[in-house]
């Protein structure tokens, strides 16, 4: 317990980041190890969205089925590449065991709660001043749909976010019209969740980066772990590619890679990456209004220089391969709601994608391993790291600085049974 530890933050995306930036500001001494450039993934090719509002976590009653139906159709939005591999076996197994309507109410609350806790944090770096000026905006977000039967199961979750305090409104199309009046839309409605946010990712992370560095955070690029020293109930430091370190204190945030680490300790994570894809058109599209295209799985959002179309979900291993027609899916989701527009195909090919790393019960593990008091994990946000990142990396400055926590953190322990 207490301020100036050594800490060792492996993983550099958005939790890992957030995780430095909470650590600095309590006096800690902190190394990012990441392995990558610290330029691309999950953390910059996200929606941006700030999202209080997705309540309903991804293991819900049908994902499996849908999996099932969509396995040999490498174009759906929700692929699960046929593999054998007891890893995603077990997952799977641990996910369809989640997927009841008991669990996932008991998990909406705790969602929402976290993304407020993060949302708030949003706003007090933007107050701060310390990454300067950068796109925070509070319009809201539509989940817009063409069909009765995707407005009828948005209404549920719509009267369910109600209930839980936050502000919604449908809207028909007049409505709609209104609040995304320079675009020809081919819908019937929406959902307006007015207590959703969105950003530009990337302008984020590189000042992020920038301010870290200023305040004396040590960075480490192209740096991945290979190997834990371990005492008997402590980790007391970590071996990468290129040298060895030590800490008081070791947090393991490197997204859907994380698992692979906590192997090396004995510590099982139940987790897979899922891949997400986003084309950035920087044509003018005139859209305004960050929105979820229901019936195509898919999230629009105007970034600052450009509009982000992004979405799918892709189980098929770690691995950074870009699937075309996956591609093509996402340009021809949001042709088929916005008319006339259409994503120049050099856009499509400059398309990128990013790995999400998945729990099976669809809740982040935030929390101290139990064999290990001074090892904190942290991972497994999946569609929510960005929206999330904040909160997680105050969670865990809180856990190594020995302060009360700012929510109860008990559904999220990395070591829960399934």
């Given amino acids: 317990m207490g301020k100036n530890k ?43 969205y700030i999202t209080p509002s997705h309540i309903v976590p991804l293991a819900s009653p049908g994902m499996i089925s849908k999996g099932i139906k969509y396995m040999f159709n490498s174009s759906s939005p929700f692929y699960m590449k046929p593999r054998l591999d007891m890893d ?33 944090l949003y706003e007090e770096i933007w107050n701060s001043g310390d990454l300067g000026d950068f796109q925070l905006e509070r319009k809201g977000l539509l989940m817009m749909y063409q069909t009765k039967k995707e407005r009828d199961h948005e209404l549920e979750v719509a009267e369910r976010a109600k209930e839980l305090g936050l502000t919604v409104h449908h809207l028909d199309l007049d409505g709609l019209r209104i609040l995304e009046p320079h675009v020809e839309l081919n819908a019937k409605g929406a959902f307006h969740y007015e207590s959703d946010w969105h950003t530009t ?70 987790l897979q990456a ?40 892709e189980f098929s291993g770690i691995n950074s391969k870009i699937r075309k027609e996956r ?34 019960d669809g809740l982040p593990y935030i929390g101290t391993s139990k064999r290990y008091s001074n090892l904190h994990l942290s991972t497994g946000h999946a569609m929510m790291g960005w929206s999330l990142g904040p909160a997680t990396g105050k969670l865990i400055t809180e856990l190594i600085s020995g302060d009360k926590l700012s929510m109860d953190i008990a559904p999220f322990a990395p070591e829960r049974k399934f």
Avoid at 109 to 116: A, T
Avoid at 335 to 355: H, M, R, T
């Fill in 327 to 360: 591609v093509e899916a996402i340009a021809r989701g949001a042709s088929q709601y916005y008319k006339g527009l259409q994503i120049p195909e050099v856009d499509k090919q400059n398309a990128q994608c990013g790995l999400r790393p998945v729990t099976p």
């Fill in 274 to 313: 899922g891949k997400g894809y986003r084309i950035n058109m920087e044509t003018p599209t005139q859209i305004s209004m960050p929105a979820i295209l229901m019936e195509a799985k898919m999230a629009v959002t105007p970034m600052d220089g450009f509009t982000r179309f992004a979405g799918t979900m």
């Fill in 6 to 48: 050594s800490v060792i933050v492996v993983g550099g995306g958005i939790i890992g980041l957030s995780t430095a930036y909470y650590l600095q500001k309590e006096g800690h001494q902190v190394t990012v190890l990441d392995k990558s450039n610290m330029d691309g993934g999950a953390s910059y090719v996200n929606a941006g």
């Fill in 88 to 120: 995603f076996i077990k997952w799977a197994w641990y996910f369809k065991k989640s997927s009841t309507t008991e669990k996932v109410a008991k998990a909406m609350p705790v969602i929402m709660d976290i993304n407020l806790l993060s949302r708030e």
């Fill in 201 to 270: 990712p990337h302008q984020i992370m590189e000042r992020m980066l920038t301010h870290l560095q200023k305040k004396g955070v040590d960075i480490r690029k192209n740096e991945e772990v290979q190997d834990v020293k371990l005492g008997p109930d402590t980790v007391i430091g970590v071996r990468t590619n290129l040298t060895n370190y030590q800490a008081d204190d070791i947090v393991f945030a490197a997204g859907s890679w994380t698992s692979k680490l906590s192997k090396k300790l004995g510590v099982k994570l139940p």
